[in-house]
């Protein structure tokens, strides 16, 4: 099999978006395409109402990519609509090409080009660039063959992504027929401030708080905000503070069991600090510790990322550009308190919930794996080589 390599702009046409105006937007009309609405597809939408050129108008199955602050390919599932600029619309007119075998090629090339972005606060890459940007083409019989594998091993994926959220709807439907919403408290529990449900405290922001060069490679740990994800600890990426600056350091040092909130910047996560082979660690300023007194961690930890709470927290914060969680202000947030046994009850099934989510969580790591390598092969032309 003959792999031939080839520039994306020797391939097809990329058509750039029109530069709407705020003044352009309607609230009826043809949708206009923007980023976030690729990304995201609950991000509401702004219409156009005029004429415009045919070359800006995207019809369902038009394959998109986005080529400013956010890099992807996407095929456009709507209906009609315009497009919005920093969006390439591709049309094929220079080479046979599978479409779904050019969504993936060129996804895989937008990665690798990362690394080469322009600009600073806005990140993109030059049309120049993404022309000269070269491909492995091979037969289109091959494309076909590639892009069938690699369809079958996204819808694993995707399917694997759909069973999590349902077990993440399942949490919180659980949640809310046993203590209805923690805001509005349509059941009438007992409430309390969280100032009198838990010891809270903040990080050492004295003389002897770590700075960068005093970080090592091993030794306790030491926590910042990029290690929450998804409310979970993600320890892939850690760094580490010595013995000695630990017994230096007055608060802020965790125990097994510690739930640890965000201060600053992304407001509202909540972790419990459970992390196997850690006894302790330290916090960074950004964060704060809650200890509980007879509540079940999990019930307060779904209680804290319910939307109706989440809502309060976004009131309670300060701040624009970085928004921030007053220590005074946690401490007065008012927490419902159902009888402990009820808490408990809920919090073992969910942990029921959880271990067959982070079965699913395994399956859909070991199959996205299987899917980067059939990428790596498919980049390199070492799929169907033979």
């Known amino acids: ?38 990304t995201n597809p ?36 709507g209906e009609k609509a315009v497009l919005n600029q920093h969006i390439f619309k591709v049309i094929f007119d220079k080479e046979d090409i599978d479409k779904s075998y050019f969504k993936y090629i060129v996804q895989r090339s937008l990665e690798r080009a990362l690394k080469y ?43 694997r992504k759909s069973q999590i959220e349902a077990l993440d709807q399942l949490t919180q439907s659980v949640f809310l027929e046993m203590f209805g919403d923690p805001v509005s408290n349509p059941k009438r529990w007992d409430v309390k401030k969280l100032k009198d449900i838990a010891e809270i405290e903040d990080g050492d922001r004295g003389e002897n708080y770590p700075k960068q060069h005093e970080l090592v490679s091993e030794g ?8 929450f994800v998804n409310n979970k600890l993600d320890l892939s990426k850690v760094t580490y503070i010595t013995k000695e600056k630990f017994s230096q350091l007055r608060k802020g040092k965790l125990r097994r069991g510690d739930l640890i909130v ?33 509540v079940n961690r999990i019930f307060f930890q779904q209680l804290y990322t319910s939307n109706s709470f989440q809502l309060v927290l976004k009131k309670t914060q300060t701040g624009s550009s970085q928004p921030q969680l007053p220590l005074k202000n946690l401490k007065e947030l008012e927490i419902i ?33 299987m899917f980067n390598s059939l990428m790596q092969r498919a980049f390199k032309g070492e799929l169907f080589n033979d």
């Open 262 to 294: 965000t201060l600053r910047g992304s407001i509202g996560n909540i972790v419990i600090f459970d992390e196997e082979g850690y006894d302790t660690g330290f916090i960074n300023a950004q964060m704060a510790i809650l200890r509980l007194k007879n």
């Open 117 to 159: 972005l322009h600009g600073s606060t806005m990140k993109h890459i030059t049309k120049k660039y993404f022309d000269n940007i070269l491909v492995p083409i091979p037969d289109l019989v091959t494309q076909k063959k590639i892009a069938k594998v690699l369809d079958k091993a996204q819808e694993l994926i995707d399917k």
């Open 42 to 77: 609950d991000s509401p939408f702004n219409y156009y109402q005029g004429e415009i050129d045919d070359k800006y108008i995207v019809n369902k199955g038009d394959i998109l990519i986005s080529w400013s602050a956010s890099l992807g390919v996407f095929e456009w599932l």
């Open 337 to 369: 308190i159902p009888p402990l046994e009820l808490q408990e009850a809920f919090a073992a099934t969910i942990q029921k919930i959880n271990l067959k989510k982070e079965l699913l969580l395994k399956s859909q790591v070991e199959i996205q794996n």
């Open 1 to 38: 099999m003959t792999i031939t390599l080839k520039r994306l702009g020797d391939i097809a046409t990329y058509v750039n978006g029109y530069a709407f105006k705020p003044t352009d937007w309607k609230n009826k009309g043809l949708p206009i395409i923007r980023i976030q609405n690729l």
């Open 220 to 227: 306790i740990l030491f926590l910042s905000t990029s290690n």
